[in-house]
């Protein structure tokens, strides 16, 4: 069964005279399917879309400054004389009313029918009061208009040396990066000032480094020094015992010597099944 499932499947009869690149279908079509005629229904969803123009639609409506005096883009001419489409007028019919639903309507007009009690009725204080339009607040002031009224004096005027000088936007300079000097220089410029300060005892005290724990010990060197008594010490029997390795018996004494396992005579002259031969026997690969 496993020989038989790793064979390579048969390639089909229709793909054996294939070749890529040439305009044959790749499946055989049967002669029922060439020679159908389509539907009509098939052949109007065959038709393709009705395109204008591409460009056109792809445009956004903000070109054109839809409700806007000034376009941005202006807009070509046969947009307005292009007539719709049928689609595009039946589309564009309002939705009808069901005839089910004038039955269920419990009027024949869309106004309202207004009773004789609600016309001839005299509205409360309260309604009146609250009929009345919200008053603007006395602070409020009207918009005054975009454009200023500059006087003739005012543009006659010339400005003062200070004024235009005050007028000049303000130079910052850049102090996330500075020209490189002398190696020895400092990174950044420090006033006069700040070189010449003195610095407080708070300030003293927190400059300086933490202490180490009393309990650290520092980082011993790799080569330790060994005392002439280690030298001259002598080992005693019980360490020579313990320094001695654990002997520890192979599983695979027969590698060293063959006679480590002993067969019996009765297992020398059993006979194997052949359930056991055959599974003795090397698999195939």
């Known amino acids: 069964r496993i020989r038989e499932l790793a064979r390579p499947k048969k390639p089909k009869a229709a793909w054996e005279n294939y070749k890529w690149g040439n305009q044959e279908t790749i499946w055989p079509l049967s ?60 589309l564009a019919e309002p939705k009808k009313y069901q005839a089910a639903y004038f039955q269920r309507r419990p009027r024949s007009s869309p106004e309202w029918l207004v009773s004789t009690a609600a016309l001839t009725c005299e509205a409360s204080q309260r309604v009146l009061e609250l009929a009345h339009p919200k008053l603007v607040h006395p602070d409020f002031l009207l918009d005054r208009k975009a454009e200023t009224q500059i006087t003739g004096t005012a543009r006659k005027i010339l400005a003062l040396p200070r004024t235009q000088r005050l007028a000049q936007p303000k130079s910052r300079k850049n102090t996330l990066c500075y020209d490189r000097g002398r190696p020895e220089c400092m990174i950044r410029p420090v006033p006069s000032a700040a070189q010449q300060a003195v610095a407080s005892a708070r300030t003293l005290a927190l400059a300086k480094a933490k202490g180490v724990s009393p309990e650290y010990l520092p980082v011993r060197d790799t080569e330790w020094l060994v005392t002439k008594a280690a030298k001259r010490a002598v080992v005693t029997p019980r360490i020579e015992v313990l320094s001695q390795p654990c002997k520890r018996l192979t599983t695979n004494l027969a590698q060293f010597d063959p006679d480590a396992f002993l067969v019996k005579e009765s297992a020398k002259k059993a006979v194997c099944s052949s359930r056991l031969q055959k599974l003795a026997q090397p698999i195939e690969r």
Not at 61 to 79: A, D, F, H, N
Request: hydrophobic share 35%.
């Open 31 to 90: 002669p029922s399917a060439l020679t159908a005629r389509p539907t009509p229904r098939i052949m109007s969803l065959a038709k393709p879309k009705q395109n204008v123009d591409g460009n056109l639609q792809r445009r956004r409506l903000y070109l054109y400054s839809c409700g806007r005096v000034s376009e941005i883009w202006q807009c070509p001419p046969r947009v307005n004389v292009a007539l719709p489409l049928p689609r595009t007028l039946k």
